[in-house]
C-alpha cells in the first residue's frame, strides 16, 4: 500500500434509542408452580424410564433444573442500543444485514421486541420499556420492516400449555 494511501477508517456508530433493561423476560413464581412442574416431570420421567431407560430421566431432571435455575435467579440489567450500524446488547453489535422483520410482544408481564435473524437461533429478543416502544418503533422502521410473523405450531403449542399451568394467566 503506498504511503499517501490509508484504510478506510470506520465511522463511529449513532446512538439512537438506548435503554437499560433485563437481559431476559422474568416472573416470579409460586409454590404451587413448582410443584405442578415437578409433578408432571415425575410423570414425564417414569414413562420415559419404562419405554429407554435411565437417559431420558436424566435429560427431564436436568431440563428441570434449568427451568428453576432461570426462574429463581432475576437476570442482570443490561444496556441495549439501536444504532445506525446495527443494535449493541450488552456491547456486542448485531449488524443490520443479518436482521429481517420486527415486532412487539409481551411474555412473562415483559414488553419484548422480537427481530427476525438470519443466523441460529433464528430471534432476538430484547425486553424494552414500555414508554419507549413508539421511539423504537420509528428508529427501527428505518432499517427493518414491521410486521408480525405467525405462531408457529410450536409457539402454539407451547402458549397453549403454558396457560394451562397453575400462576400463569
Known sequence: MPADESPK???PAKDLVIWTAPA???KRRNKDFYVTVIAMAAVTGLVLFLIEG????IL?????FLFYVLSTVEPENIEYKITDQGIKIAGKLTTWDI???F???????NNLLVIETKVLPGRLELVINEDLKDKIKKEL??????EEIPASNIDKAANWFSKKMPGIK
Open 9 to 11: 477508517e470506520k465511522a
Open 24 to 26: 431476559r423476560p422474568f
Open 54 to 57: 435411565w437417559l431420558p430421566v
Open 60 to 64: 427431564v431432571i436436568s431440563l428441570v
Open 99 to 101: 436482521m429481517g422483520r
Open 103 to 109: 415486532w412487539f410482544t409481551k411474555r412473562l408481564d
Open 141 to 146: 422502521e428505518k432499517y427493518l420492516v414491521h
